[in-house]
């Protein structure tokens, strides 16, 4: 079970929120191939070590924010 930090809330269980994914990735802001949109869409880093995310409390308060969350222990920590 990982415990999360809210900004807001405190920390939680990770039961309350919604893994948001990578964070960082800019929406595309002009057209696309179908090629740059697959790779917008699927292909993210899989880093062994710190990797930014987000995730949004769906059971608190309702937003979201980033953290860094290390793939291998899992221990979270604020994102810088």
């Given at each position: 079970m990982l415990l999360i930090d809210c900004p807001h809330c405190g920390t939680?269980?990770?039961n309350e929120?919604?893994?948001?994914?990578?964070a960082?990735?800019?929406?595309?802001?002009t057209?696309?191939?179908?090629?740059?949109?697959?790779?917008y869409v699927f292909?993210?880093?899989n880093p062994?070590?710190?990797f930014h995310e987000r995730w949004f409390h769906v059971h608190g308060c309702r937003t979201w924010f980033?953290?860094?969350r290390?793939?291998?222990t899992h221990e979270i920590r604020k994102a810088p």
């Open positions: 939680r269980d990770e929120f919604h893994y948001g994914g990578q960082g990735i800019a929406y595309p802001r057209e696309t191939s179908d090629e740059e949109w697959a790779a292909l993210r880093d062994k070590g710190w980033d953290v860094e290390h793939t291998v």
